[in-house]
């Protein structure tokens, strides 16, 4: 699959307007509109944060994550947020090499720091393949139960 996607990794401020439009599409696309969700997904957290892009051999945004400093999301923890990968590659292995590369970019960004996220619980399954452990908080985010993971 190396040769079918690359990932780009920017800070919110080096974003052009082409890919910004990209990522709020997209992330508007599955989780609004796919997942009937309305909610704001604006919330002032792009501003502060890293992006993940990954793109396939058209250069199409087939998949992002959003990386938080610590103390953006939560106090202590740097985060992993707004994970989507576009319904056109889902089974294909995307999501899996989005987390190994997000995993791999906190790393070199924010250096050993704990990991901390809100994982949709249907994907706790998902998530503890990369050693999150649920910290048992199931809650309801904008109608869709979460669950509060850690990763040392």
Not at 50 to 70: I, K
Not at 82 to 92: D, H, I, L, P, Q
Not at 118 to 142: I, P
């Amino acid at each position: 699959m190396s040769a079918s996607h690359h990932f780009v990794c920017k800070h919110f401020n080096e974003l052009s307007t082409l890919e910004l439009y990209a990522i709020l599409k997209l992330r508007q696309e599955v989780f609004i509109v796919e997942q009937n969700c309305p909610y704001l997904d604006c919330d002032g957290k792009d501003l502060e944060s890293y992006h993940l892009l990954c793109y396939d051999t058209e250069q199409n945004l087939v998949a992002h994550s959003r990386l938080l400093p610590e103390g953006i999301s939560y106090k202590g923890f740097v985060s992993i947020g707004r994970v989507v990968s576009a319904e056109s590659v889902r089974g294909k292995g995307y999501g899996k090499l989005l987390m190994e590369e997000s995993l791999l970019q906190i790393k070199l960004l924010f250096g050993e720091l704990p990991i901390k996220i809100g994982a949709q619980s249907y994907l706790l399954k998902f998530y503890s393949s990369f050693g999150f452990v649920s910290t048992g908080e199931e809650y309801l985010e904008d109608g869709i139960p979460h669950t509060k993971m850690v990763r040392g």
